[in-house]
């Protein structure tokens, strides 16, 4: 009980401005944000509601919520997988142990998959999304596009579980499906877009990640093999030969690997669109290829 002492008894904004002082003196950068973020799931309140409720004393079931979540954060998981959920492209998205947190990163994948669209458009387009995950890049396409119907493929079955429910609580699931299989075996195509955040670690990297990453993320989903590699080695080729006339592959990829992802398109007859697209770091991020027309 000792442990929980700073908590009990207190009025929630109390509780709050001491959790973030844990948190700074653990150097975790993001403290105030976290306290926040955590407070308001501890306690099932928005922002506003925390904020109108400050003066209110916690309850001792809510004592023990917010200690829970106070030794997680400390011991490295990170706050998305605590509340179960993260936002990406605007979109809320429900996470699983099966599936990667959305990274802003990869909404460079979807700004560059949109620009390309907008400038080739075609009517009812088929988009697949290649190891889904969350469903976050199909989603938040699927989100601009109307008219597109989307497939996305896992080999998790619960990822794919994961992004189906993502797809109906998004109001995306009648244009929405989900299939099991490794990258695109399964898929017939044609395809006007596919896209896909692949693992692309090198394995003897994955021990040096952040303990958020490392001990949180799914390996299957962040090791790429000795290079970082093997992912595009299966995925490009099965592409371009699922893609229409026209279409195109948009990747994303990791820092310094523009190049290597590059020549593997034009190795499978992709016309690549160069420069990558970077992200806000100034890496190039989001590389596209494009299947011209014979």
Not at 224 to 241: H, K, V
Request: aromatic share 4%; glycine share 8%; hydrophobic share 50%.
């Amino acid at each position: 009980m000792s442990a929980r002492v700073p908590f009990v008894g207190q009025r929630i904004e109390d509780a709050r401005r001491a959790l973030a002082a844990r948190f700074k003196l653990a150097a975790i950068e993001s403290a105030e944000l976290d306290a926040r973020t955590l407070m308001c799931a501890a306690l099932d309140l928005d922002l506003t509601g925390l904020i109108a409720s400050a003066a209110r004393g916690l309850t001792g079931t809510e004592v023990d919520r917010v200690w829970d979540f106070a030794v997680r954060r400390l011991s490295g998981e990170p706050v998305a997988r605590i509340v179960g959920a993260k936002e990406f492209w605007g979109l809320p998205l429900k996470l699983s142990a099966a599936t990667l947190v959305p990274r802003p990163d990869t909404e460079t994948v979807v700004e560059l998959a949109l620009q390309i669209i907008r400038a080739l458009p075609r009517p009812a387009m088929r988009i697949a999304d290649i190891g889904t995950g969350t469903g976050a890049i199909l989603l938040a396409l699927l989100s601009e596009l109307p008219d597109a119907f989307g497939v996305g493929t896992d080999i998790s079955e619960e990822a794919l579980a994961t992004a189906r429910r993502n797809a109906t609580d998004l109001g995306l699931a009648a244009r929405a499906a989900f299939v099991a299989t490794d990258y695109a075996a399964a898929l017939s195509g044609p395809f006007d877009l596919m896209i896909s955040n692949p693992p692309y670690i090198r394995s003897a990297d994955i021990a040096g990640l952040a303990v958020e990453v490392r001990d949180h993320d799914p390996h299957r989903a962040l090791d790429g093999g000795a290079d970082g590699l093997d992912a595009y080695r299966a995925l490009i080729p099965q592409a371009a030969a699922r893609l229409a006339p026209g279409a195109a592959l948009v990747v994303e990829g990791g820092q310094g690997q523009n190049g290597p992802i590059e020549a593997l398109m034009a190795a499978a007859g992709l016309v690549v669109q160069s420069p990558a697209k970077a992200d806000l770091a100034g890496i190039p991020r989001a590389i596209a290829g494009l299947k011209m027309p014979r």
